[in-house]
């Protein structure tokens, strides 16, 4: 295999992966609970593989918010999935990087020849978050239980309020920073800030986002996607948050969501609420023979990195740069790249934070900037802000969807790399085997390339 | 009078309590013979004089508690004298173990049938197994009786009668938790505590069982009789009283009688020593030992099954899909695209919903069937079923593109009604490993499969066929490939008789009333309707080219007309929400002649089936037709009947009907092939 050497003591290989549709939340709990996205992720998956669910030697998820019922998601999944009895399995949580946090632990498992052969992958079913009772609510509820008399109970009962009553909306909690008091979208509002991106190049990578997402679904770029079906036998078979018919000037009529009135970014520039989920075969070189699997692409190393909370959207620029330096390469040797649109103000930072010189220095310790990731080989599908953000999946989906697209392409290497709420960043290397070494260009024509302007950061 | 103790095994514990376990020799299952319960008289008299503490009734066997009455013994009773002492002797135990002054347990695992029931229902509490192995019942109306050692009287002594009553004229077996939900059980606990919990019962006994309230009212006496005459309206929609007497009976002494427990009792016994001598009962006792003959026929163990793969998501290939599943099998479906599972799933999801009651067990069977649009299922399936549109060149292509990636050794299967399999065998590396297992539509009500064989098939491969169909819980019949197999090819002289008497101007309702009368469960123009009148006649077609026969043209204008039957609204029959319109005051003709010509039909094509050979002997015939077509079971299947209403006879009569309406009537050659 390449020549490339990771952080992983022992060759990691991704062998195949597969994920639901990714299905936009319309405002009340979705079709499919959290095991179920991730059951119907993995089981056409593990039907092709030349093995049984019951080979893997452990099973490993990222979700941040599984149900009450579902904690530590992926034993229930791997359990469902008949990988029986013994097999162990556990949850990983780091935000919106789960989901590559689970291939990492993966890779950090198979390279320490604990494991030879893991499922990995991530879930989530944002529609299904809960609303809880508030902490108010819950002491009086436990003053009421608690008194045995009647005077007591009256007593209770006269301290009782309707505005207990009010639930706290789980989702909106967790996307809140609980350090810094900022909600994501004021953080990307920071960012964009900082970095000048103005409501026009956002709406624009949007659209492109749309469009890219609308095309290869008009193609064949999208066979990991299976068709999964809800109790009534209806049939789910694309990301639906899709929209084919967007324009910039009706992306330009939204208001903004986050800093209201005077904002940027709005709900069309922004990360769809989705549900979905993504599952891949990670193996060794042991697993690779004695099954004879074909490989996809090789994790060659993974970076964490973190910074401030309240500028959480620049995390990959953080994460990408050390990963490029310890592995000796420029972005020119990338082929192609998958960075998570948690928002477009948000990835279009983190391509001016790269080239940009004082940043560079300033905040990445580098001498000088890092480079231009040139749009027409970045998330040349669509990314969240077409298809899509479940937290937990997303990390999962946007190295399944690299591995594919270097593989259409013959391409070589790839980095999928995501920001994280609460303040970080990750970047993961997968490399291929290809047949020829020239670097290619990409398979088909995207639509209508970016050109952002140039920017220069603010203090 | 005192006999050997040879199958209950008694032991005292510390604290004093008797622990009886029946452990039947040489048997797998506890049934009480009467060997038995004279050993269990024996018993209480030991007990009496003895006086433990407390006693505990339970079995030794892993299939259960007690499977009930033994019903081989049934059949040597030659009349009612004899029966009287054989109900009698049950009784009299029963009535001993309810009087004995020390309190008695019932500790029950797996299955609890009749005798066995009603054993449990003679002692002050009953404990059952929290598993799903555990089936508790009174099935005896299924033999054409009622129970009789004191179940009447003791299950609507404390139970609502409209539970109780229920229970006994459905025959449905309970889960541990309904029964107890029905007053019937008084504890349910799992495996690791049920002992403990049988003794603590025994040991400090708490207040016993009463009638609710609402039992109560239900059981008095001007009540009783509207109640009893409700339930008689509704079990005559499904059993009528000339075919079926025992639920009337039952109903009857329950209402005449409920209160008087000594004359109740008394009734019980008189009223199954009626029934038991009437030909139902011995021709249920036939049916129920078919259906044993049927099981009997292969071992689960030819066939390792784990996951099956279906190609088709018609309304047969989904269905079989999600049979397999609800088995607990894995299954995949395919089809060309995922939009064509969509009715598949939506009918695989109500079929879970009904069937399964908790979430996780709809959940597990929901997460074993499989979508599986690019058919990777084939690889790892232990059988593959083709259930594609009837088209030879389809089928032969699909088969083309499988054989060479399915598992060595796994089942390659058509579900096929009309093409040859020697056809579709052409052009397989290995033909000797196709074969046909051919369900019936609706794939979870109908409980035969046919296992069709060509001359190639490889035992091998008959006997996996077997036993796949045993692993679902079908019971398969081995038929030889010649069209229309056994069952299609025996209904569709009956059902084209039907037509052709509806073509001579004979109302629909008519023919529907004399085959119903004959007791068929449903009549032959209201099933063709049901079945689909375009697949009828393709059937139909198919069989007349086969065996030179004609189709009446009244069919094919109806399905030109898109006059399909039950789908399309409108058929023989006009369809109103799902249910035909029939006309009350339709002319009925001359019933029995009508009669006649639709039964000779099936009964002359059932002894040219035994001339060709087509299934190996005559119970299998009428087996097939029992449950493949759902012929009046009482009549113990079309050659059993014709036998007890004397061959000659029929012969002589059906020769008369030739020479007025056809030579179809004629006796074929066969009739003299059959023999008692």
């Given at each position: 295999m390449a020549a490339t050497k990771g952080i992983y003591a022992r060759p990691v290989y991704l062998i195949d992966g597969s994920r639901t549709p990714f299905l936009k939340a319309r405002g009340k709990p979705g079709p499919f609970k959290h095991a179920e996205l991730g059951i119907y992720a993995a089981r056409p998956l593990i039907q092709r593989m030349p093995f049984s669910a019951k080979d893997f030697d452990e099973v490993i998820m990222g979700s941040t918010m599984p149900g009450p019922d579902e904690a530590n998601i992926a034993r229930v999944v791997a359990l469902r999935l008949g990988c029986g009895d013994d097999i162990p399995a556990y949850t990983v949580h780091r935000n919106c990087a789960s989901g590559m946090q689970a291939l990492d632990s993966a890779a950090m498992s198979i390279a320490s020849g604990r494991s030879e052969l893991i499922l990995a992958g991530g879930i989530e079913a944002m529609s299904q978050a809960p609303l809880l009772l508030h902490p108010k609510m819950v002491s009086w509820l436990a003053s009421w239980w608690g008194a045995k008399s009647f005077v007591g109970k009256l007593k209770a009962l006269s301290a009782f309020r309707p505005g207990l009553l009010a639930p706290v909306i789980a989702l909106l909690k967790g996307l809140t920073d609980p350090v810094v008091g900022m909600n994501m979208g004021q953080t990307a509002e920071q960012i964009a800030y900082r970095f000048d991106i103005s409501r026009e190049m956002m709406d624009q990578f949007a659209l492109d986002s749309h469009l890219r997402l609308h095309a290869a679904q008009q193609s064949d770029d999208l066979r990991e996607v299976e068709a999964i079906y809800d109790t009534d036998g209806k049939v789910y078979d694309h990301d639906d948050g899709v929209r084919a018919d967007s324009t910039l000037e009706k992306l330009a009529k939204l208001r903004p969501a986050f800093d209201k009135p005077y904002g940027l970014v709005t709900p069309g520039n922004?990360?769809?609420?989705?549900?979905?989920?993504?599952?891949?075969?990670?193996?060794?070189?042991?697993?690779?023979k004695k099954y004879k699997l074909p490989v996809m692409a090789r994790i060659v190393s993974t970076e964490w990195a973190a910074l401030s909370p309240s500028e959480m959207g620049l995390g990959p620029a953080h994460a990408i740069a050390p990963l490029l330096k310890s592995q000796g390469l420029k972005p020119e040797s990338i082929d192609f790249w998958e960075i998570n649109e948690a928002f477009a103000a948000q990835v279009l930072a983190v391509i001016a934070a790269l080239k940009n010189k004082d940043y560079c220095k300033d905040y990445l310790g580098l001498r000088s900037a890092v480079g231009e990731i040139p749009l027409d080989r970045l998330n040349i599908h669509g990314g969240g802000v077409s298809l899509g953000h479940p937290v937990g999946a997303s990390g999962a989906r946007i190295v399944l969807h690299l591995a594919r697209v270097l593989e259409a392409n013959n391409a070589k290497r790839g980095i999928a790399s995501l920001c994280i709420g609460g303040g970080q960043g990750g970047a993961m290397l997968i490399e291929r085997e290809t047949s020829t070494t020239s670097i290619a260009s990409p398979k088909k024509a995207t639509p209508k390339k970016r050109s952002p302007k140039k920017v220069s950061p603010k203090k | 009078m005192s006999v050997e103790i040879i199958d209950w095994f008694p032991e005292t514990d510390k604290q004093g309590v008797l622990w009886l376990t029946l452990d039947k020799q040489d048997s797998a299952t506890n049934v009480l013979s009467t060997s038995i319960l004279e050993q269990l008289n024996t018993l209480v008299d030991q007990i009496t004089a003895d006086r433990p503490s407390a006693v505990i009734f339970q079995s030794g066997k892993a299939s259960g508690f007690i499977a009930g009455a033994d019903v081989k013994e049934f059949l040597q009773v030659t009349n009612k004298q004899e029966a009287l002492i054989m109900i009698k002797r049950g009784q009299n135990v029963f009535s001993r173990i309810e009087s004995l002054t020390c309190p008695t347990v019932a500790l029950i695992e797996g299955f609890c049938m009749g005798g066995g029931t009603e054993l449990a229902l003679a002692c002050d509490y009953r404990v059952a197994l929290d598993d799903s192995s555990t089936k508790i019942g009174l099935p005896e109306i299924k033999l054409g009786i009622h129970p009789a050692f004191g179940g009447v009287v003791r299950s609507t002594a404390i139970i609502n009668p409209l539970k109780s009553l229920e229970m006994m004229l459905t025959g449905r077996a309970l889960s541990a938790r309904q029964a107890k939900s029905i007053g019937l059980i008084d504890l349910v606990q799992p495996k690791r505590q049920i002992k403990r919990a049988a003794q603590q019962l025994a040991l400090f006994p708490p207040k016993k069982r009463r009638m609710p309230l609402s039992g109560k009212i239900l059981s008095l006496p001007g009540i009783r009789n509207l109640l009893a005459g409700y339930m008689k309206k509704q079990v005559a929609k499904k059993a009528p009283r000339q075919h079926y007497p025992a639920p009337y009976a039952l109903l009857d002494i329950w209402c005449n009688y409920y209160g008087r427990k000594k004359r109740l009792m008394e009734e019980e016994a008189n009223s199954v020593a009626r029934l038991i001598q009437g030909n139902t009962v011995r021709n249920l006792i036939r049916v129920f030992f078919l259906q044993t003959q049927l099981k009997g026929l292969g071992s689960k163990k030819?066939?390792?099954?784990?996951?099956?793969?279906?190609?088709?998501?018609?309304?047969?290939?989904?269905?079989?899909?999600?049979?397999?599943?609800?088995?607990?099998?894995?299954?995949?479906?395919?089809?060309?695209?995922?939009?064509?599972?969509e009715n598949a799933m939506k009918r695989a999801n109500q079929l879970f919903r009904k069937k399964l009651r908790t979430t996780h067990e709809r959940n597990a069977a929901l997460d074993r069937l499989i979508p599986d649009c690019n058919g990777y299922g084939v690889e790892k399936a232990d059988v593959v079923i083709e259930a594609i549109f009837e088209d030879k060149a389809a089928k032969q292509a699909v088969y083309k593109d499988i054989e060479p990636r399915m598992k060595p050794g796994a089942v390659l299967a058509t579900n096929t009604s009309s093409i040859p399999l020697e056809t579709l065998a052409k052009g397989l590396k290995n033909p000797e490993r196709l074969i046909g297992i051919h369900f019936f539509n609706p794939v979870a009500m109908m409980p035969l499969v046919e296992i069709v064989k060509t001359r190639k098939s490889s035992e091998q491969t008959i006997e996996q066929a077997v036993a796949f169909a045993l692993h679902i819980g079908k019971l398969p019949l081995p038929v030889k490939s010649a069209p229309g197999f056994l069952v299609n090819r025996i209904l569709m002289p009956y059902l084209v008789e039907a037509v052709t008497l509806y073509e001579?101007?004979?109302?629909p309702e008519a023919i529907d009333k004399a085959a119903l009368d004959f007791g068929m469960p449903m009549g032959p123009v209201e099933l063709a309707d049901t079945v689909g009148l375009d697949i009828c006649h393709s059937v139909a077609e198919n069989l007349a080219s086969a065996y030179g026969t004609s189709v009446p043209s009244v069919l094919g204008q109806f399905v030109e007309a898109d006059k399909l039957g039950r789908k399309t609204g409108r058929g023989f029959?006009?369809?109103?929400?799902?249910?035909?319109?029939?006309?009350?005051?339709?002319?009925?003709g001359d019933q029995k002649s009508i009669q006649n010509r639709l039964i000779y039909r099936l009964l002359n094509e059932s002894a040219a089936c035994i001339d060709e050979k087509i299934v190996d002997d005559r119970n299998l015939l009428d087996a097939g037709i029992i449950f493949g077509t759902g012929f009046a079971p009482f009549r113990g299947g079309p050659l059993h009947y014709s036998l007890e209403e004397g061959l000659e006879a029929i012969t002589e009569?059906?020769?008369?009907?030739?020479?007025?309406?056809?030579?179809?009537?004629?006796?074929?050659?066969?009739?003299?092939?059959?023999?008692?």
């Open positions: 922004s990360a769809q609420i989705t549900d979905g989920a993504a599952a891949l075969v990670v193996a060794s070189e042991g697993a690779v | 030819m066939l390792s099954l784990n996951q099956v793969h279906v190609i088709g998501a018609g309304i047969m290939g989904g269905d079989i899909a999600a049979w397999c599943a609800l088995r607990g099998y894995r299954v995949t479906l395919q089809d060309r695209e995922p939009k064509y599972l001579e101007g004979v109302s029959y006009q369809y109103k929400k799902g249910k035909p319109i029939k006309n009350k005051d339709a002319d009925l009569s059906m020769q008369q009907y030739g020479s007025k309406y056809g030579e179809r009537f004629n006796p074929v050659t066969g009739w003299k092939l059959i023999k008692q």
